[in-house]
Structures are given as structure tokens and as C-alpha cells.
């Protein structure tokens, strides 16, 4: 019976990209109306390409957010922004975003380079409109129109989720015709695991300081269900360069990691529905973010 022909479905590959800490990630929570993407208000939080798969009626956006692209010299950060930079040629559509608060760059920044290489349609996202006055998106709007021939310009707050309707609309414009690529009920290939070793490292960002975010690793070291029980046990190691912030880690006490684990249980017990079971463990790794080897273990540089 085919009395009501289904609509065409369009689908395809939009990027995320953009300087750090301007809000690409909590975008893509938003749009997917659920946390898989982790958030802090420090930059370069996000450290490999994640993946969200939007579904509409008769659309389905496959959204990679991209650690910042930024100028990068350790190791790790130069991974980091070539994962960003190898997700742009492979895109349908771009979303370039930038944060309406900070300075306005020099007309030619590496960025928007990135994009005039990769020769994609891309629309430029003004985020945290929540922020500022409405004139003070013009004079912005203006420079930005004379760096590319952005498809369109959308003042947002991914915050708020203010602007994400005419997203939406604007990325349908530009798909092209074509089936799911995934399944209508997943709303990312990130594993549970991952996602769970990412919740850790959220809230470390959230409740340490200085450079200890940045030297900080997670590893799932296993993941059991127990049905029975309506549970599941999750241990992580969580690796640092140095003994020092092996100690703030940990805290006096123990109390910063029982803090630490507190509130990556709860997030963990939304995210799976299930009571969970949480034991971390702190371990150093000397100077992690420089050692190559290490970092394949973790998954960098896998992606080129
Ligand atoms: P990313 O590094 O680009 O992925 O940025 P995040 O999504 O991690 O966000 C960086 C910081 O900006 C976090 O503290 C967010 O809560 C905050 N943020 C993101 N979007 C908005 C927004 O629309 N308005 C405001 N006021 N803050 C925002
Ligand atoms: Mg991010």
C-alpha cells in the first residue's frame, strides 16, 4: 500500500568547527536535546571528534563537533586540531561558530583559511547572543561577511537553544538527497564507555585547576551490567603527567575525588538509566601529552 509516498529524506555530514570554549559542544547537546558532548567553561575540553545524529521527518544531520581549532604546539593539541581539520573536507556543510564576546580577528585568520581550502557550503553561527545587546552583532556581522561567502549568518545561544530552529532549516537547505546513514534511534556511534570516560574528565575540568584538565586522561578499565540488580559497575583510571596533580586530583582526604566521582555517577546514572557503581583510580603517566605512543593508545592520531 502506498497511498501517502514518503517525503524524500535528505541526510548528510555537517562539521562543527570553530575556535575553542565558543560553544560548539553544547550546540550539539542541544540540538540533540541530550548530553553526549561534554561542556566546561575552559577551552580545548572537547579532544576528539564526536558524533551526533539529528533525525527529523525527513532529514537526518550527522553532526561531528571537533575539538577547537586553534594554534597548537604540544602534541596532543596538534592532534587535536588536525582531528578538527580532517572532519572539514569530508563535510556536506560547515557550521563555523564564533563567541559574539570575544574580539573580532584580523581578516585572514587561519580559520577561515581552513575553510576557503576545504570549499564547502558553510553558515557562520554568532553564539551567546544571551550575552550582548542586539546592535553589537552588526559591525560583526558586517567583518565576517567580507572574510567568505557564508551560505547564511545565524545569531544564536546554544545555551538557551535560541536560533537552532532556522539551523536546522538552513542545513536542510543544503543536503543533498540520500538515505539515514544510521539507525533512527541512536543519537551517536560514541560508545557508553566513552561517553563515560568523557563525564569523568568533564568534571575534572569542572572541579580542578590550572593545568591539571589538560594532563588529565580517562580510562573505562571495565564496565559491567548487572540486570539483576538494575546496576551498573564502572571502573576508570584517571592518568595524569606528574605526582603534583596526582595530589589535587585526589585531594585532601580523598575529597576532591570523591567529588569528582559524586557527580560523574550522577550524569552517568541519567545517561544509562541505571544506579551505578563508581571506583576511580589515579594513576601518573610521566608527560603523557608528549609521548606519541601513549597517545595512540588513547585513540589520537588514528584520525588523519
Ligand atoms: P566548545 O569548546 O566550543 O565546545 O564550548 P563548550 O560547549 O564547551 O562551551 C564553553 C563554555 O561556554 C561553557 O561554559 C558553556 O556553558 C558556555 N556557553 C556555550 N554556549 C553558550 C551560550 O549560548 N551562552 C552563554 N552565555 N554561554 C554559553
Ligand atoms: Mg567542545
Given at each position: 500500500m502506498q497511498e501517502h509516498p514518503e517525503k524524500p529524506i535528505k541526510s548528510g555530514m555537517v562539521t562543527l568547527v570553530g575556535p575553542?570554549?565558543?560553544?560548539k559542544s553544547t550546540l550539539l547537546n542541544s540540538l540533540l536535546g541530550q548530553k553526549i558532548s561534554i561542556v566546561s567553561p575552559?577551552?580545548?575540553?572537547?579532544r576528539n571528534r564526536i558524533l551526533g545524529i539529528i533525525n527529523g521527518d525527513d532529514y537526518q544531520i550527522v553532526m561531528l563537533d571537533t575539538p577547537g581549532i586553534h594554534d597548537a604546539e604540544k602534541p596532543l593539541n596538534l592532534e587535536m586540531v588536525k582531528i578538527a581539520l580532517s572532519t572539514l573536507t569530508e563535510a556536506d556543510v560547515i557550521l563555523f561558530m564564533i563567541d559574539v564576546t570575544l574580539p573580532l580577528p584580523k581578516p585572514e585568520t587561519a580559520s577561515v583559511r581552513h575553510l576557503k581550502d576545504a570549499g564547502r557550503p558553510a553558515m557562520l553561527l554568532i553564539n551567546?547572543?544571551?550575552?550582548?545587546?542586539?546592535?553589537?552583532?552588526l559591525p560583526i556581522i558586517a567583518a565576517y561577511q567580507k572574510m567568505y561567502p557564508f551560505t547564511a549568518i545565524i545569531p544564536v545561544s546554544a545555551r538557551l537553544g535560541d536560533g537552532t530552529e532556522r539551523i536546522i532549516g538552513e542545513i536542510h537547505r543544503l543536503l543533498p538527497e540520500?538515505?539515514?546513514?544510521?539507525?533512527?534511534?541512536?543519537?551517536?556511534?560514541?560508545t557508553e564507555r566513552f561517553i563515560v570516560a568523557e563525564i569523568i574528565r568533564e568534571k575534572i575540568f569542572l572541579k580542578t585547576g590550572e593545568e591539571v584538565p589538560y594532563a588529565t586522561a580517562v580510562v573505562v578499565d571495565s564496565f559491567k551490567e548487572d540486570p539483576a540488580r538494575m546496576q551498573v559497575v564502572i571502573h576508570a583510571t584517571i592518568f595524569v603527567e606528574k605526582q603534583s596533580q596526582k595530589g589535587i586530583v585526589i585531594g585532601k582526604n580523598g575529597r576532591k575525588l570523591k567529588e569528582i566521582g559524586t557527580a560523574a555517577r550522577e550524569d552517568m546514572e541519567s545517561l544509562l538509566g541505571l544506579k551505578v557503581v563508581l571506583k576511580l583510580w589515579v594513576k601518573v603517566q610521566k608527560d603523557w601529552t608528549r609521548d606519541r605512543r601513549f597517545l595512540r593508545e588513547f585513540g589520537f592520531g588514528g584520525i588523519s
Open positions: 575553542p570554549n565558543v560553544g575552559k577551552p580545548q575540553t572537547t551567546k547572543i544571551d550575552l550582548v545587546a542586539r546592535e553589537a552583532l540520500g538515505p539515514r546513514l544510521y539507525p533512527e534511534d541512536i543519537p551517536t556511534d560514541a
